[in-house]
């Protein structure tokens, strides 16, 4: 029997969304299509929102095995979107190595817009397969913040990196002009293999090297510009590691009686969390953008690292709004 | 992809039927010199002489590519060896980080040599991609330098001395290579250069060129990194360098290489990725240390 209803046009895991900017400056969706797995929640929009704030959710909370999503974005020129999560993407366990669950997502980003993806860190399950694409194409004067992070499973239960297989792929390209084809700048590939059934080493964990979560942040445009800049200058002002303190007693004393600026004084307190959290860190200039990977020991010291840069130099706040940044603090 | 494997495959074929030739015409010439009773040995002069095409002088260039006097100035770069002993101090343990390190080095980078060394014609959208994909100040800076070197013994030293029925198109390609690469003025800092010159590209392209196998070009790019790192492990005074070529030796090694390109034989250089993840911290935080012996 033929079905009543229209045949629909999307596909399992398909979503799609259009952002654009209304007068006034106001930046809100004109498209949002989704299906299950996937959901899509923006909160009712007001008259002072610096950018459109969606929720990319699944329904459970979690992808199963085998689950795609696939989500296409366009953010017309002008206009600003954030994406957060609620909670932790949990990735459940497949049942063999071919089974993957994939996400993908696709952004356009048109001149003078912004993109902010500011989510909560994937946490793989034991056992889970799991590709995720992430491919922005900007325009020029068109602005990205991109945080791509994974933890180690879940910890409480004694997982540490057990999944079988992990891998992250973020690209950003230049649109195409008349006279040239887009232009590939940038290519983070991160990937993860996790150990045979039966082979006794833990290889994978032992490539993670005590790190519990591992965090790539890409940062592009003239809307990211100035974070760009305060995590280079922070990253060369970075104590030398192995260096020692020649000073005298005496001339410790004398330091330590001098003010500290509000500035020296949130970075000494930050580099005392990078010790205590087991926090490495490194940011490189890529072909006009600014990589920053990160790992922590544990997911919370991770979060609190990169919320605590954020919140301190403000201009994701000022430019995409207070709340593209709550699942960083 | 299908197609490059095919050629990938036919090359193994065909690498393998001049080995057995070989093999065929030296058992031939051991029996006539038996049966004419002269001296078994083959002549000193003619000892990496064999009746493939072009082999002779493939072995000759095999030897040079592999040779540590190569003035690629690899001692210069530690490849994070230097970072990952002031990092881990004192846990460190030379082989847990070589092998982390040929396993990043492979996946990340060996795909872009069998690509160069399968089709040259690509070399600058190779060395474009490559350049994209590397997350890192310090790798870039270690990867670029010495593929600069690279192409400057090409042109002042083996290009002259390119064995006969090289194909012109693909000399032709570096040609251009170095043109775009010193058009683009160094002093103006661009954020995207046109060349940049890293050396996984430029060392397959040009062991193409000098008529090595893909297997030989694999193995020599994997083996010259241990190399290096075990140069900067004996100058960072982590052993001597009787227990260096005792690790360079080892099955371990042998092993580790064979295994690594086994992995990466396929694959494809848009699936090039960091398999191990904090090598991008140490090999960044480089800049980092107090005091450095090592440019990587």
Known sequence: ?329 | MNHKVDSSESQILEDEIVELERKLQDAKSRLKARSNGTAISAPPAKVLQSNGPLAPSSHHFLLLLADSALPLGSFAFSSGLESYLAHTRPASSFPAFMKLSLSSIASTTLPFVLAAHRNPAYLIELDDTLDAAMMCTVGRRASVAQGRALLSIWDRSLSSASPPGVSLADIQVLKEFTILLRSASPTVSSDLPTASAHLGPLFGAIAHILDMSLGQTAYVFMLSHVKALLSAAVRASIFGPYHAQKVLASVEVQEGIQEVIKREWDTKIDDAGQSVPVMDLWVGRHEMLYSRIFNS
């Open chain 1, 1 to 329: 029997m033929t079905s009543p209803f229209p045949s629909s046009s999307s596909a399992p895991g398909e979503g799609r969304l259009i952002v654009r900017l209304l007068p006034h400056s106001v930046s809100a969706l004109s498209t949002i299509t989704f299906q299950y797995p996937l959901k899509l929640i923006s909160p009712s929009p007001s008259a002072h929102q610096k950018s459109v704030l969606v929720f990319l959710l699944t329904y459970g909370g979690g992808l199963v095995g085998g689950d795609r999503v696939h989500l296409t974005i366009d953010v017309r020129p002008n206009a600003k979107l954030s994406i957060v999560t609620q909670g932790h993407t949990k990735i459940f366990k497949s049942p063999s190595r071919d089974v993957v669950t994939r996400q993908q997502l696709r952004v356009n980003v048109e001149a003078g817009a912004g993109v902010c993806l500011l989510p909560d860190p994937v946490q793989p399950f034991g056992g889970s397969v799991y590709e995720q694409s992430q491919i922005f194409t900007l325009q020029d004067g068109a602005s990205l913040c991109l945080l791509d992070w994974v933890s180690a499973g879940r910890t409480a239960r004694g997982e540490n990196w057990d999944f079988r297989a992990w891998s992250g792929r973020n690209e950003v390209w230049a649109a195409p002009k008349a006279d040239a084809k887009a232009r590939l700048l940038l290519r983070d590939n991160v990937l993860l293999e996790g150990d045979e059934a039966g082979s006794e080493g833990k290889l994978l964990k032992n490539n993670m090297h005590g790190l519990g979560l591992f965090g790539t942040l890409i940062l592009k445009g003239p809307l990211l510009e100035s974070l760009a800049a305060f995590f280079m200058a922070e990253f060369s002002v970075l104590p030398r590691i192995g260096a020692r303190d020649f000073r005298s007693q005496e001339k410790v004393d004398k330091d330590s009686g001098i003010v500290l600026s509000k500035q020296e004084l949130w970075r000494r307190n930050r580099l005392k969390q990078e010790q205590d959290d087991g926090l490495l860190w490194s940011a490189a200039k890529v072909r006009g953008c600014i990589v920053v990977k990160f790992g922590a020991r544990t997911v919370e010291g991770g979060r609190t690292w990169v919320g605590s840069i954020l919140k301190e130099e403000g201009s994701v706040e000022t430019h995409f709004g207070e709340d593209s940044l709550m699942c960083v603090r």
